[in-house]
């Protein structure tokens, strides 16, 4: 069968696969591996059928013919020769051009593109170094307002000297607070305060030096140590530093609980401007509600003077005061606030150990709750050993 593949009937099979529309035209020019591309396998299998029966016989003898008059090589791609063959070669030859077209176009895209891309990328990478810059020049601001934040709260040796049992869990969402603590003593009576500011990161820190010097004003200048007047007082300074008993669109101002504790006679004393007071004796939590008011936006004429409170404690007995950052930080299973409850419990299940234990479980119990969750607020708690 081999021998039947002769030049003359490479020439046959030209003619036969072209009416199949499998051009052959070129096969002549080729080596015989590059049947393999234009489906050899048919190919044997039809040599085989023309050699073996008389109808295939006498088809490659129909064809033989024609073959005489096949087209070469140069006729198809100058467009001579048979019409039906050339327009197939032309079409082709058309697609050629237009993919080769296609390629350029997008090619010179890409290099558009590319070089559009890499100039941006310039712009971005200078506009991301001058923002970096100046963020960094931000940080290293606040980082020293920290400092200075840091500088106005109580020492620790002076809160050693005055309150032997206690702790105090301060921390703050961003690098500076809204919340602070203040303490202060007289004689025998200890002054102590837990200061929620309106906001928290920079204006919050800038209202809690404002807070800051009202207090210390109204006590350690005016000598007011009753905490009802202290927060009367605290009041009248903050409208008058921010300009708002002018007509001014200020009406921030702070929460907080303040109490004057007398170690001599286990007496407390207690006002709150919407933050209340926890008191733990034998097991049992009582709770002195605050009066519906901020500190630096009451209107005199709408809301009643805060109410002072007296409470007489036993050796043993804790008392607390907080903001509200604690109980409003979301986490746990179901992703929800720790909630005011759940802050009395655990307050209730850590009173009988010493106050360093308490409050390193309260830390323990927060960073538990919180879990990957960001913090929402700054966190304030003071607990206090009668």
Not at 144 to 164: C, E, F, G, H, M
Not at 334 to 359: C, G, H, W, Y
């Amino acid at each position: 069968m081999l021998e039947f593949i002769t030049a003359k009937n490479f020439s046959i099979i030209k003619t036969i696969f072209y009416r199949d529309k499998i051009v052959l035209s070129l096969i002549t020019q080729y080596s015989i591996m590059k049947l393999f591309k234009y489906k050899i396998f048919t190919l044997f299998l039809f040599l085989i059928f023309a050699s073996t029966t008389n109808y295939g016989q006498s088809f490659l003898s129909d064809s033989t013919a024609a073959a005489q008059h096949h087209h070469t090589p140069w006729e198809i791609l100058s467009g001579e020769g048979d019409e039906e063959l050339v327009c197939y070669k032309q079409a082709h030859r058309n697609m050629y051009f237009v993919v080769t077209g296609l390629i350029i176009i997008i090619a010179l895209i890409a290099i558009k593109l590319l070089r559009t891309n890499r100039k941006n990328n310039k712009i971005l990478k200078a506009q991301k170094e001058i923002i970096e810059e100046k963020n960094k020049d931000i940080t290293d601001s606040i980082n020293y307002a920290k400092r200075l934040q840091t500088a106005i709260l109580p020492p620790k040796d002076l809160v050693n000297s005055i309150l032997p049992e206690y702790f105090i869990i301060y921390q703050p969402k961003d690098i500076v607070s809204g919340d602070f603590y203040w303490v202060s003593h007289h004689d025998s009576k200890i002054m102590i305060a837990a200061v929620d500011c309106t906001g928290h990161g920079v204006p919050g820190a800038l209202l809690s030096i404002v807070g800051h010097n009202a207090i210390n004003q109204t006590v350690n200048e005016l000598g007011i140590l009753q905490p009802s007047k202290v927060l009367d007082s605290m009041n009248t300074h903050i409208k008058k530093t921010l300009h708002q008993d002018k007509g001014s669109d200020i009406r921030d101002g702070m929460d907080m609980a303040l109490c004057t504790f007398d170690k001599t006679t286990n007496t407390l004393e207690y006002s709150g401007a919407n933050n209340p007071l926890y008191v733990i004796s034998d097991g049992k939590l009582t709770i002195t509600k605050a009066s519906k008011l901020t500190v630096g936006s009451m209107e005199e004429e709408k809301v009643e003077p805060p109410i002072n409170h007296s409470i007489q404690l036993k050796k043993g007995d804790c008392f607390y005061i907080f903001t509200d950052g604690f109980a409003d930080q979301f986490g746990g299973k179901d992703n929800k606030k720790f909630k005011t409850s759940r802050f009395q419990d655990l307050l209730i299940s850590v009173n009988a150990l010493p106050m360093l234990e308490q409050q390193n479980t309260i830390q323990k119990a927060f960073k538990e709750w919180i879990g990957k969750n960001e913090q929402v607020d700054d966190i304030l708690v003071i607990g206090i050993r009668a």
